[in-house]
């Protein structure tokens, strides 16, 4: 919503600006100007990027028109269901877990907590890393090691879109040259014309560099940057794990682990210590 609005800003002040100066929008209309600079950047965006790059920008672009899903409530549930976990442990043995961490669909912990359950990638993080607290065969040491490998590894593969997008952006401007110095080219072939018809030709021109630099730095751009702040608070769910299972492992009670993965969280959604207990409490409670 917010992407569509900045857009909206965009147009309106640039091209409005330009038409309170006495500008004439028609001139700007240039569809072959178009043609060359996003066909240009799509061209490049396709000859440097492989197959795998590519299928994760187009499924990731989308994301950028919607509205962030880690919310204060999102959190409050991971950081319930970990606390729910971690007694259920606590009281009945490691191995009372086995069957949530094999089957976490047909899992009743798992079940109270459907927005968690339908992030495949974060509850395969967390089974993945119970299990092995259950197999007993790892320390906490290499049991962080692992998760910061994964984590980052992670954190890499999430790069990849916003990378690929900030480069296509990147590029704009030089195609917007090159549709620039095609025009100039035409202009050259037809000097036989009147001055006011070259004028034309002329202002066709400059029109390119103008949409070049526009579309990059007000339209593709900034995506790339809002890719980076949804992959940074997508790694913060896989951070909130990370801290609070170690802390158990570390032979920390529940309620404190959790308090370790809630000090993780930015100030923004982070729950206060009350409003998380409350909310651990209700959930218990099957409310």
């Not at 790892?138 to 990849?160: K, R, S, W, Y």
């Not at 990378?163 to 401007?173: E, N, Q, R, T």
Request: hydrophobic share 45%; charged share 20%; glycine share 10%.
């Amino acid at each position: 919503m917010f992407v569509i609005i900045g857009y909206v800003v965009i147009c309106g002040t640039i091209f409005g600006g330009y038409a309170m100066a006495g500008g004439h929008l028609g001139g700007l209309w240039q569809p072959l100007e178009v043609l060359m600079i996003f066909g240009g950047a799509i061209g490049a965006f396709v000859v440097g990027n492989d197959n795998k790059a590519i299928k994760a920008t187009m499924k990731a672009l989308p994301s950028v028109f919607k509205g962030s899903k880690f919310t204060k409530a999102l959190y409050m549930d991971l950081l319930a269901l970990l606390f729910e976990i971690l007694s259920k442990i606590r009281k009945e043995g490691m191995m009372s877990i086995e069957k949530d961490v094999e089957d976490p669909e047909s899992s009743a912990l798992f079940g109270k907590y459907p927005n968690i359950l339908h992030d495949h990638h974060l509850v395969e993080f967390i089974t993945d890393y119970l299990r092995l607290m259950v197999s007993g065969n790892m320390d906490a040491f290499q049991v962080e090691n692992l998760m910061d490998n994964e984590i980052e590894t992670h954190h890499m593969e999430g790069h990849v879109p916003a990378h690929c997008v900030a480069k296509m952006g990147d590029a704009l401007p030089a195609f917007g040259i090159v549709a620039a110095v095609m025009g100039v080219v035409h202009t050259m072939e037809s000097l036989h014309l009147p001055p006011n018809e070259l004028g034309v030709l002329i202002g066709h021109a400059l029109v390119g560099t103008f949409l070049g630099i526009l579309l990059a730095y007000g339209f593709v751009g900034p995506l790339s940057g809002l890719l980076e702040q949804k992959l940074e608070e997508s790694t913060k769910m896989f951070q909130t794990v990370k801290v609070t299972l170690l802390a158990s492992l570390n032979g920390y009670a529940p309620a404190i682990a959790v308090e370790f993965g809630r000090k993780v969280l930015y100030s923004t959604e982070r729950p206060g210590f009350a409003e998380l207990e409350d909310h651990v409490k209700a959930a218990r409670a099957g409310k």
